[in-house]
């Protein structure tokens, strides 16, 4: 059996522009409470895709749902009353 080996000691150069941004890091911390909410409900929706929802995969189904879209509407808000200059009326 041959063996593969790189030949060069650098195989795939990494280019700079690879790494995330200060600004890139700041959105997603920024949006962090609605991508853990999306997570949340993925996870309720995924325990129930190999068996029928019982009333309390519902009602963690549901749960996570709330979660999600106040978590959205929050940074909607928030994103609003930064773009606006003088704060909301």
């Known amino acids: 059996m041959k063996s593969i080996a790189a030949l060069q000691s650098i195989v795939t150069?990494?280019?700079d522009g690879?790494?995330?941004s200060d600004a890139e890091l700041d959105a997603i911390e920024w949006e962090m409470p609605l991508i853990l909410a999306d997570v949340d409900l993925l996870d309720a929706e995924i325990a129930?895709?190999?068996r029928a929802p019982s009333?309390?995969?519902a009602q963690r189904i549901r749960r996570a749902r709330r979660r999600m879209l106040a978590a959205r509407r929050d940074?909607?808000?928030r994103a609003v009353a930064v773009s606006?200059?003088?704060g909301a009326a």
């Open 84 to 86: 606006t200059p003088g």
């Open 48 to 50: 129930v895709l190999d």
């Open 75 to 77: 940074l909607i808000n």
């Open 13 to 15: 150069l990494w280019p």
């Open 55 to 57: 009333e309390v995969d």
């Open 18 to 20: 690879l790494e995330p």
